[in-house]
């Protein structure tokens, strides 16, 4: 086992500190470590809250480096969520406990302008101040390298911090895991040691982790849960990651097992949680050993309770040379008091992957997609003309300057739409308006047989959840996720409505 160092995954953009502040709670100038009790230092969030949240139901679209890193601000207008309470006033949500600071900020952790809440999709950062657009991307939060949990992806494993002594079991039992497949497993079982070792700082740390009730990971979910996913598919993954976490602490945590491995995870129950934790809370990034280059599975705290957005304000930065990951604002963008500071987990996935590793979804996720098997076609550019699309496909986003869409219609969905519809393109032959016609009818008999075939509408999922006000969070996220996707699909079904009045003209 050595230590390492790392390496960016892309360029540095020149850093100014001259802005920088210390963490704005304003409970931590001279701070030194005091004796902190060990209960979950999460609140729940008021119901008052969470129901004001559901009303408001307004938010931004969601999207950490895998959480992969992102580097610019996104030219996409603010997608409406529609089930997503993110837009409730950051005043409204329940401030962190002053701990939380406190235990990062005797340890080097900075932050600058900007505090934690706890909302409805738990723990959040949000912009204690205004910040006016700059040219250089800014520092919000600098975490140093001593405080991250990490392992290498390929043998020799490399830990950082070193903190598993020689000969320890547990070096064992991450030595046993696959290099390709089992970097979650393995972060687990580093992440269960950590917490178990005496003055590690995850100790404290972990009191400001979700528990297994608050965690959204489907890891969690219940058979009952899973089949409220209403996708098959997507459930049975998830059985078969199920078993596979609970033969690996089968396997491992047997009767005679020495207790300094048994008391890491008792029950299967504590090992699953902290799979799932490794899941949506990793971090991936290059390291360098002398002259060998190896990618690395991180923990970062601080940098972990950033929550996702498909037009994030934030991304990661790693600073080579006091090895500081930080967080930084994307060049040129206004953030205003009270704004959700986010980042892109990872770009270009359909909600069933973020279902899968994060449980949560999106209704306006412009990387969804829908399986079309008929042989209808309409014309690509005159769509994209409508909706006032621009960019390669792979960059599509809405031009606000050639759009007179008042309403705000068009939004991730209808960019996914503008992806996964079946279209043409011949040159410059235009399209036949009575053909045209004709393939939407056709695309829109499809979007509707789907819909056809799940048990409830879009419109029951949503009363089921305004009834449920206090479910545990995996069957919230997935009633969420079947709703999301039947929003997508009505919202397809809509878009083509709108393309065929407006291609006569
Ligand atoms: C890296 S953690 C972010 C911090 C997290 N909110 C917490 O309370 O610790 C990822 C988890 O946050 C939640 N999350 C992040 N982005 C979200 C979004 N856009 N919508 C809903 N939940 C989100 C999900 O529960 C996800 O598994």
Redesign the pocket.
């Known amino acids: 086992m050595a230590s390492f160092s790392v390496l960016p995954q892309q360029p540095i953009p020149f850093i100014s500190h001259s802005h920088s502040q210390f963490w704005n709670s304003g409970h931590c100038g001279l701070a030194t470590q005091q004796a902190i009790s060990f209960c979950n230092k999460r609140k729940k969030p008021i119901q008052a809250v969470a129901e004001s949240a559901a009303i408001s139901a307004n938010g931004t679209a969601?999207s950490?480096a895998d959480?992969s890193f992102s580097s610019s601000p996104s030219l996409l207008p603010l997608f409406k969520e529609p089930t997503?309470p993110q837009n409730t006033p950051a005043s409204e949500l329940e401030p962190a406990d002053p701990d939380f600071y406190k235990i990062g900020y005797v340890r080097r952790v900075r932050a600058y302008g900007i505090e934690f809440r706890e909302g409805p999709?738990?723990?959040?950062v949000f912009a204690s101040k205004d910040v006016e657009p700059l040219r250089r991307a800014r520092v919000i939060m600098e975490i140093p390298l001593e405080l991250m949990l990490t392992i290498s992806q390929n043998l020799p494993w490399m830990f950082f911090p070193d903190i598993v002594p020689l000969g320890h079991p547990i070096f064992d039992i991450i030595n046993s895991t696959n290099a390709e497949t089992d970097w979650d497993l393995r972060l687990a079982c580093l992440l269960l040691y950590a917490i178990d070792c005496k003055d590690n700082f995850w100790k404290l740390y972990c009191d400001f982790?979700?528990s297994a009730d608050e965690?959204?990971?489907l890891l969690l979910a219940t058979e009952e849960d899973l089949l409220e996913l209403q996708d098959e598919n997507l459930a049975s993954t998830m059985r078969t990651q199920q078993n596979r976490a609970l033969e690996f602490w089968e396997k491992n945590w047997y009767s005679s097992v020495p207790l300094k491995i048994k008391r890491l995870a008792c029950e299967p129950e504590r090992f699953i949680w902290a799979v799932s934790m490794a899941q949506?809370?990793c971090i991936n990034m290059q390291m360098r050993i002398g002259a060998l280059v190896q990618d690395a599975n991180m923990l970062v705290p601080y940098a972990?309770?950033?929550?996702?957005?498909v037009q994030p304000n934030c991304f990661f930065h790693w600073r080579f040379k006091d090895r500081m990951l930080e967080v930084m604002i994307n060049a040129g963008q206004r953030i205003k008091k009270g704004d959700e500071m986010t980042i892109n987990y990872m770009r270009g996935q359909k909600n069933n992957f973020f279902m899968q590793r994060?449980?949560?979804s999106?209704a306006v996720n412009p990387w969804d997609v829908i399986q079309f098997s008929g042989s209808a076609r309409i014309h690509l550019d005159s769509f994209l003309s409508v909706f006032s699309i621009s960019g390669l496909s792979e960059e599509y986003y809405h031009n606000n300057r050639l759009s007179n869409d008042g309403d705000g219609f068009v939004d991730g969905a209808v960019l996914a739409a503008a992806r996964t519809l079946p279209t043409w393109s011949d040159g410059d032959v235009p399209p036949v308006p009575s053909i045209e016609r004709k393939a939407v009818k056709e695309l829109q008999e499809e979007c509707q047989l789907m819909l056809a075939q799940y048990p409830t509408t879009a419109q029951e999922d949503q009363k089921i959840l305004d009834s449920m006000p206090e479910a545990r969070r995996t069957i919230e996220a997935a009633i969420k996720y079947r709703l999301h996707r039947k929003l997508f699909i009505e919202k397809v079904i809509q878009a083509l409505d709108i393309y065929q009045e407006q291609i006569l003209f």
Do not use: E, I, K
Request: glycine share 12%.
């Open positions: 969601a950490v959480m997503s999709d738990g723990f959040g982790l979700p965690c959204t990971s949506s809370r972990d309770m950033l929550n996702h957005s994060y449980g949560f999106s």
